[in-house]
Structures are given as C-alpha cells and as structure tokens.
C-alpha cells in the first residue's frame, strides 16, 4: 500500500532542500505543482537562513522560467506581511519585490507603514529598484 506524503511532510522536505542548497530540485517541484507557491510565505517562517535565502534564489529561477505562475505565491507573502515577525515580513518583501507585478507592488507599499524600521527599510529599497 502507498503512502500518502502530507503537506506537512511536503513542507519540510522542501525547507529542508533549500537548506541544503538544492534549489534545483524545488525548481522542478513548483514547475510540476502550482499549489507549492501558496505555501511560500509559511515556507519564509523557517529560522534557517539558507530556507529563506533559497526562497529568493528559487524566485529569481521561477522569474525567468516560470512567469506566469509566480503571482500564485503573492497572497501567501501578502499574509507573511500580515502576520509574520519582522525578518519574516522583510523577506516577504524582497520576494514580492522579485515577483515585479503590480499586485506585488501593492503589498511592498503597504510595508512602507510597517512597525519595523528594517521592513520600511527593505520595502523602500524594493520600490526604488523596481522604478
């Protein structure tokens, strides 16, 4: 009898290859199932460094290879910048920021009001690239 993997499991096994620089794997994962990108903003939520600093790496691949999907992941980062602590909110930022599009755009504004020095900061940084 096959077993069924979770979302749960699913999540970890993709944080857990970002960490370990498999970026390319991942890539190959969200070109052959869009609902990953939803989870992209709790994926951001990971202490580990290299979880988050994948995340962008994965996103500039996606960007030139998968364009048209990557606005998937804009709700998902949009609730990370709702409700996520203020590394977690800055790095959403610089996702939306890699994102471009014009709801993207709209979020980054948004965290020109943020609570965190650091967010505004990145959020500022973003829109001044993406002029």
Known sequence: ???????????????????????ENIFEMFKQDSRYYA??????????????????????????HCAGDIHLAI???CQALENGPPHVRGEAV???????????RLCVNRALQDE???VREVARDVLEELE
Do not use: C, H
């Open 39 to 64: 989870w992209v903003g709790e994926l951001l939520d990971d202490e580990r460094f290299n979880v988050r600093l994948g995340i962008s790496v994965l996103f500039e691949n996606l960007k030139v």
């Open 116 to 118: 965190s020095p650091q």
């Open 75 to 77: 709700p998902s980062l």
């Open 1 to 23: 009898m096959k077993k069924e993997v979770s979302d749960k499991e699913l999540k970890k096994v993709i944080a857990d290859f970002l960490e370990m620089g498999y970026v």
């Open 94 to 104: 610089s996702v939306l920021g890699i994102i471009g599009n014009t709801e993207a």
